[in-house]
């Protein structure tokens, strides 16, 4: 020590230089170990480095997967046994058949719908055309004016949707391409 009571430096630096020098032996066996290419002889010198060197040259290395869906990965499946499995596997059946059930009901659904839709409208336009041709001969302007807004509604039910969704579509991949 010296007289202003801090350590000699020369000490400190010894007393680093063997850890300094472990510290890269240690790396690079553990690059040999990860090519493959490490001998017996070598892996014991990394096995007595490593139980002798401080914890913080220990390292640590962790491994996380993660799953998503009604059945575990092969490894964690296989883990069960046969009953379980079966169990684990039917519950999947099970739940994959109830979405294509709800899928379909969903979609059978919009199908009923515009049909009652069309159905509606085509009953709607005929009974105006009726009525215009019911009014005509007593006024051919009160007719021209049921039967052009009679035609201008039709339109405007089946052609206004379909512009409407092209418009959105338009927007939807102009606002995408400028990302």
Same mark, same amino acid.
């Given at each position: 020590m010296m007289s202003n009571g801090e350590p000699e430096r020369g000490r400190i630096s010894e007393h680093l230089k063997p850890q300094a020098e472990s510290q890269k032996i240690i790396e690079t066996l553990i690059g040999k170990l990860e090519s493959g290419s490490l001998t017996q002889e070598e892996q014991n010198r990394l096995s007595e480095l490593l139980k002798n060197a401080p914890s913080s040259v220990v390292m640590t290395a962790s491994r996380r997967q993660t799953?998503? *869906?009604?059945? &575990?990965a092969p490894e964690q499946l296989n883990q069960y046994d046969e009953k379980t499995r079966d169990i684990i596997l039917g519950m999947a059946q099970n739940e994959q058949r109830h979405a294509?059930? !709800?899928?379909?009901? *969903? !979609?059978? *659904?919009?199908?009923?719908k515009d049909r009652r839709g069309q159905w509606l409208g085509a009953a709607i336009a005929i009974t105006g055309l009726l009525v215009a041709a019911f009014v005509a001969p007593y006024s051919a302007v009160a007719a021209a004016i049921i039967g052009s807004l009679d035609l201008f509604g039709m339109v405007a039910l089946f052609v206004a &949707?379909?512009? !409407?969704?092209?418009?959105?579509?338009?927007?939807?991949?102009?606002s995408n391409t400028d990302h």
């Open positions: 799953f998503i *869906g009604p059945v &575990p294509h059930e !709800l899928r379909e009901k *969903g !979609l059978n *659904g919009a199908i009923a &949707p379909r512009v !409407l969704e092209n418009r959105r579509k338009f927007s939807n991949e102009m």
